[in-house]
């Protein structure tokens, strides 16, 4: 069982980064407002974050850690997946290639701990902690060397970390996200950004100015269009503030960051008429949908979508930025 277990866990734990992903994911999930990111070593030594979320019950503690078993879903409400995970996958991966220990308080609750090491579950053990969530995650893929082989440089991996962060901050402008490294006993923040305050608009444009720098925020137009059961929201830069390589371009379905194939060219349609083939557009959108028009789990680990009308969101897309660029004279 231990080895089945690795096996599926190497299938949404591919490297440090993507257990970062699932353990903000879930810190977003459970309504964290402060949202904290330690790391060592491109976090293959130790990854800890910290929420101050609704915390888990010491009673589910054992449950949280099994296979398939979650809280955010129910089998007759497969379509209707309004949160992030859904497939109560993560934490067990995560106990199956490194050293886990989970500490939290549900409210009026007692604090309490567990830990999972190589696929064994240690009992819920008391424990202090005020509010909130703390899972640490050590020693990553250490009973699975071949892996760990396969892991870049604690550079290449601290790069992928902090993306995530940002990308997933980007979706979240009301929840402060800090991430530090604390590699051979130093701390260093890597990545701070505060919970930002007004309304969803203002609150989206400050926290695109703390992560993509004020030149994007002053350079951004506003969008907002609606089609066929889809909304765009979110900013997209001037043609004069674009990029010679597509590397500043945000894309979130539902709140999630993908890296979605047809999103990215219905990007690139909407500026083919004033930009030169060789820049880039810099943009942060927002699509939202019912839950049923889209299927945000194609694979655990990749940040793919199925559209039910793909053709719908694209439209959407090319006509809403098309329209904003006409009204700022492009
Ligand atoms: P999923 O997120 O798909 O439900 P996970 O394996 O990531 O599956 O988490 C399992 C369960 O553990 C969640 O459904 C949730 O109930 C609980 N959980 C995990 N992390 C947290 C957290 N930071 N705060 C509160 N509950 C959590
Ligand atoms: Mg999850």
């Known amino acids: 069982e231990a080895a089945i277990n690795r096996i599926a866990a190497g299938e949404v734990v591919e490297r440090p980064a993507s257990a970062v992903k699932e353990l903000v994911e879930n810190a977003v999930d459970a309504g964290a407002t402060r949202i904290e990111v330690v790391i060592a070593d491109g976090g293959k030594t130790l ?40 497939r109560g996958e993560a934490l067990p991966s995560l106990g199956a290639v490194g050293r886990l220990t989970i500490t939290s308080r549900a409210q009026g609750q007692d604090a309490a701990v567990i830990s999972v090491d190589g ?19 050590r020693d990553l893929f250490y009973a699975t060397p071949a892996r760990l082989k396969f892991l870049r440089t604690d550079r290449a991996e601290n790069q992928a970390i902090t993306d995530v962060v940002k990308r997933l901050s980007m979706a979240e402008p009301f929840v402060t996200f800090i991430l530090r490294d604390v590699s051979g006993g130093d701390s260093r923040t890597v990545f701070r950004t505060d919970s930002e305050t007004g309304d969803l608009f203002d609150a989206l444009h400050g926290r695109l100015r703390s992560v993509l720098g004020r030149d ?22 001037l043609p004069t503030y674009s990029r010679g390589a ?19 060219g219905a990007l690139r349609a909407a ?15 927002f699509v939202d949908c019912e839950p049923e028009l889209v299927d945000v ?28 660029l006409a009204g700022a004279g492009h």
Do not use: W
């Open 47 to 86: 990854i800890r974050v910290t929420d101050n979320g609704c915390g888990i019950a010491s009673n589910d503690l054992p449950l949280a850690l099994s296979r398939h078993a979650t809280s955010k879903i129910d089998g007759s409400d497969l379509l209707n997946i309004h949160s992030f995970g859904f």
């Open 119 to 137: 696929g064994r579950m240690s009992a819920v053990k008391p424990a202090a902690v005020t509010a909130g969530t703390i899972v640490e995650l």
């Open 216 to 237: 994007f925020a002053e350079n951004a137009l506003a969008i907002d269009a609606e089609r066929d059961g889809f909304h765009l929201t979110g900013y997209a830069a």
């Open 246 to 264: 597509a590397v500043a371009q945000f894309l979130f379905v539902n709140g999630r960051p993908v890296r979605d194939r047809m999103l990215l």
């Open 271 to 285: 500026y083919m008429d004033v930009l030169s083939r060789d820049r880039h557009p810099v943009a942060a959108l």
């Open 297 to 324: 789990n194609v694979h655990p680990a990749k940040s793919e979508v199925r559209f039910r009308d793909p053709g719908a969101v694209r439209g959407l897309i090319v006509s809403g930025l098309r329209h904003a």
